[in-house]
């Protein structure tokens, strides 16, 4: 995790999304050795969408790491092994006074599955104090034309339809003090014609955070996002061909791909009231060293 070095990847190629942690060469760096945990989430619940793999799965670690109680989702059929491999991490490090972690399997997609996940969280832990929208895909495109009404609608659906019905649904769990952190993206800011409706759904997500942290102001809900650069993830493998992923993240000022275990710190940021109490409708950027304009 150097600060810059022209680093290149296997090439590799995945034929579906999401995506898979464990098939990926070199695995993803959910940890870093470095990172010294204190509690600074002690006694809380969070829900992490798309917890299973990559910057989710990172997000998942350090909370646990630092004292929560954490709950994810996963695609079932397609993330059952990074789903139990990242139960079996959790469960390693979690500290004494938290309870056991979840994993639950959804299609967040849709309302109904959404609600369900939410029920089945907060009937096992009795509350969400931290919920955490990164349910994600993406696909690549050469020009609009390509992006046919099931696709848009399927892209839009994961990554931020799903962010209204988890939202809407663990709000009714939450109180004062908690926090909802939303994952966008770099994208959002400088555009990419490679992945159009996808950076479509990341914009939206910014003005989701700007907007639902004024309404949720006043009951002491803090909302806020993070919006990673160039980040070692399976939605890499799965989107791009063999000599993009090999190259991939080599454009950002820092020569390299991050690595979620880079990221997940500005999600313990956020959600510790001891950290960013003042902080609502705000975006982190750890990026490479791309300067955006927010």
Same mark, same amino acid.
């Given at each position: 995790m150097a600060s810059g070095g022209n680093q290149k990847f296997p090439p590799q190629k995945q034929e579906s999304q999401p995506g898979k942690e464990h098939v990926m060469n070199p695995n993803p760096q959910y940890s870093n050795p470095d990172y010294k945990p204190s509690n600074k989430l002690q006694g809380k619940v969070a829900l992490v969408t798309g917890g299973d793999s990559g910057i989710g799965r990172a997000v998942c670690h350090c909370f646990a790491q630092e004292g929560a109680t954490v709950a994810f989702t996963f695609v079932k059929g397609q993330e059952d092994q990074d789903a139990h491999d990242t139960l079996e991490m959790i469960k390693k490090v979690k500290t004494p006074d938290s309870k056991d972690p979840m994993a639950v399997a959804a299609d967040l997609g849709f309302d109904e599955n959404c609600k369900k996940v939410v029920e089945e969280v907060t009937k096992a832990y009795g509350c969400i104090d931290i919920l955490v929208n990164n349910a994600a895909e993406q696909y690549k495109n050469s020009s609009v034309a390509e992006i046919d009404e099931s696709r848009l609608e399927r892209v839009f659906r994961t990554n931020i339809f799903s962010y209204f019905f988890v939202t809407r649904h663990?709000? @009714?769990?939450? @109180?004062?003090?908690?926090?909802?952190?939303?994952?966008?993206? $770099?994208?959002?800011? @400088?555009?990419?014609? @490679?992945?159009?409706?996808?950076?479509?759904?990341?914009?939206?997500? =910014?003005? /989701? $955070?700007?907007?639902?942290?004024?309404?949720? =102001?006043?009951?002491?809900?803090? =909302?806020?996002?993070?919006?990673?650069?160039?980040?070692?993830?399976?939605?890499?493998?799965?989107?791009?061909?063999?000599?993009?992923?090999?190259? /991939?993240?080599?454009?950002?000022?820092?020569?390299?791909?991050?690595?979620?275990?880079?990221v997940a710190p500005s999600y313990v940021f956020l959600a510790s009231n001891a950290f960013s109490s003042y902080i609502s409708g705000q975006v982190i950027h750890p990026n490479g060293g791309v300067v955006v304009n927010s």
């Open positions: 663990a709000l @009714k769990h939450m @109180k004062k003090g908690s926090s909802i952190i939303c994952s966008t993206s $770099v994208n959002a800011y @400088k555009g990419n014609q @490679k992945l159009l409706d996808y950076t479509a759904t990341k914009g939206a997500i =910014v003005a /989701f $955070v700007r907007g639902l942290s004024l309404e949720l =102001v006043n009951e002491g809900i803090r =909302v806020n996002g993070v919006a990673p650069g160039p980040i070692w993830t399976p939605l890499i493998p799965a989107s791009f061909d063999e000599e993009e992923t090999a190259n /991939f993240g080599s454009e950002v000022p820092m020569q390299r791909a991050g690595q979620p275990c880079e």
